[in-house]
C-alpha cells in the first residue's frame, strides 16, 4: 500500500563508486521530482518528469543522472560519489494535470553516506 | 522567483499549548497554492495542510489551522494543544498553478520542540 517507495533507505559506499536510487509511486501521478536535502534539513530540487518528460533541471552536477522508465518510475544514478553527495535524497510525486489537490508525496527518503 | 520564507529555525512550546510557526512568500502569481509539511525524526515527509490562494477562508485539519494573510503574503501554522508527537521540523512549501511549472518552492524549516 505505500505509496511513493524508494529502495534502498540506507547506502554506504566509498568515494569514486557509482550507485542508483531507484523510486517507484503507485498513485497514478504524473510527475516525479528528486530532492536533496542537506544536514542543515534543506529541501533543494534536483530534477523532475512529466509524464517521462525532463521539465526540472536544477544546478547539478553532471554526476547526477535521472531516468523515467515510466510514470510510475524515477531512478537517480550517481557516478564517481563524492563525500559532499553524502546527504537524504527524497523522491516525490504530484498530479499536476486535471486540477487539485497538488501537494506531493514524498518517499521515506535515502540516508547516502559517502566514506 | 518565487521565495519562501521561514524566519524561525528552532520554537518550543510545552504540552497542551498552541504554537504558532510563520511562513512568508514572495511571488506576482495571483493564484498559487501554499502547503505545510511535517518531518518528524523518521524523517518521512507529511503533508499537514494545504491552502489554496483563491479562497479567503482559511484551511483547517482538526488541531491545525492556518493563518492565510495574502496581501501580506504571509502563510502561518496555529498548532493547538500541542503533543508530543508534533515534534518535528515543519516546512512551508509554495505551488505555482501556472502551466508548465511545476516547482515546489520550500522554506528552510522550522523546528518544534515540544516540552512535557
Known amino acids: 500500500d505505500t505509496a511513493v517507495s524508494q529502495t534502498p533507505k540506507y547506502l554506504v559506499t566509498q568515494m569514486g563508486n557509482d550507485k542508483s536510487i531507484k523510486c517507484e509511486q503507485n498513485l497514478g501521478h504524473d510527475t516525479m521530482y528528486w530532492y536533496k536535502q542537506d544536514s542543515k534539513k534543506f529541501l533543494k530540487i534536483m530534477f523532475s518528469y512529466n509524464n517521462k518528460e525532463l521539465i526540472i533541471n536544477e544546478t547539478v552536477p553532471n554526476r547526477f543522472s535521472p531516468k523515467s522508465p515510466d510514470k510510475a518510475h524515477l531512478n537517480l544514478h550517481i557516478n564517481s560519489l563524492e563525500l559532499g553527495d553524502s546527504a537524504v535524497y527524497f523522491c516525490?510525486?504530484?498530479?499536476?494535470?486535471?486540477?487539485?489537490?497538488?501537494?506531493?508525496?514524498f518517499g521515506p527518503g535515502t540516508r547516502l553516506t559517502v566514506t | 522567483a518565487q521565495t519562501v520564507t521561514q524566519s524561525q529555525p528552532e520554537m518550543s512550546v510545552q504540552e497542551a499549548e498552541t504554537v504558532t510557526l510563520s511562513c512568508t512568500y514572495d511571488?506576482?502569481?495571483?493564484?498559487?497554492?501554499l502547503f505545510w509539511y511535517k518531518q518528524p525524526p523518521s524523517r518521512q515527509m507529511i503533508l499537514v495542510i494545504r491552502?489554496?490562494?483563491?479562497?479567503?477562508q482559511n484551511a483547517t485539519e482538526n488541531r491545525f489551522s492556518v493563518n492565510f494573510q495574502k496581501a501580506a503574503k504571509s502563510f502561518s501554522l496555529k498548532i493547538s494543544d500541542s503533543q508530543l508527537g508534533d515534534a518535528a521540523m515543519y516546512f512551508c512549501a509554495y505551488r505555482t498553478v501556472t502551466s508548465g511549472t511545476y516547482k515546489y518552492i520550500f522554506g528552510t524549516g522550522t523546528r518544534l520542540k515540544v516540552l512535557a
Open positions: 511571488t506576482s502569481e495571483s493564484d498559487y497554492y
Open positions: 491552502q489554496e490562494a483563491y479562497k479567503q
Open positions: 516525490a510525486s504530484s498530479q499536476v494535470g486535471g486540477g487539485p489537490p497538488y501537494e506531493q508525496y
